[in-house]
């Protein structure tokens, strides 16, 4: 007798767990999942951009201290010579060292010390950093007046200049960087006599 109950228990145990999902749920379910990625989708395009940014700042920060340490170790001075981005570029700059006569700078490969950011346009040769692109540069405070190149330099200590070398920053370098989609915007500063590269 009890045996017989154990079976008509198992029996309907069974039958409950066989008797699955219907129509309906699966749909509910479905619906459910679409929505979530949907919404999950642009944060993680916004990350991956972000990313793509923090490591295009990097290269170009990197490219500062390249410039920098360049200088102090030769003991000339060294100029960054910045091009703002256009509707059909994304800016860029090269690396240039002389008194009255500029040289571009040879990179230790050998290749010549030329970036172009974001959009490649007409131009070619020199590095390409496609994730960023170079927005107005803030440049240089020289004696309380804005200047107007769009050239800093860094001296034989490592400071940072505007115009001549014997004239020094007095204010920070601000050089925005933005990501190719217009949505995330990152900013390279130089601190004026310290020469100190943040990114913010």
């Known amino acids: 007798m009890m045996r017989g109950g154990e079976d008509y228990g198992r029996g309907c145990f069974v039958n409950k767990m066989r008797r699955g999902f219907t129509l309906i749920e699966i749909l509910v379910v479905v619906t459910i999942l ?13 990350g991956y951009a972000d990313v793509k940014l923090t490591a295009a700042a990097r290269s170009v920060m ?6 920098q340490n360049y200088a102090i170790t030769t003991q000339n001075e060294v100029y960054v010579v910045f091009t703002a981005a256009s509707p059909t570029i994304g800016g860029g700059y090269m690396l240039q060292t002389g008194s009255t006569t500029k040289t571009t700078l040879v990179r230790p490969g050998g290749s010549s010390f030329v970036v172009n950011l974001g959009k490649l346009g007409n131009r ?3 590095t390409e950093v496609a994730d960023a692109k170079l927005l107005t540069v803030n440049p240089v405070t020289v004696a ?5 190149s ?3 330099g860094f001296d034989t200590l490592g400071q940072p200049f505007n115009g001549t070398p014997t004239t020094l920053a007095s204010g920070a370098t601000l050089l925005p960087l933005r990501s190719p989609d217009d949505k995330i915007t990152m900013t390279l500063s130089i601190e004026p006599f310290t020469g100190e590269i943040t990114v913010q």
């Open 62 to 67: 990197a490219d500062l201290f390249y410039a």
């Open 34 to 46: 679409a929505i979530a990625a949907t919404a999950a989708i642009p944060m993680i395009n916004n």
């Open 124 to 126: 070619t040769g020199g």
């Open 150 to 152: 769009n050239t800093i």
């Open 144 to 148: 309380g007046t804005a200047a107007t």
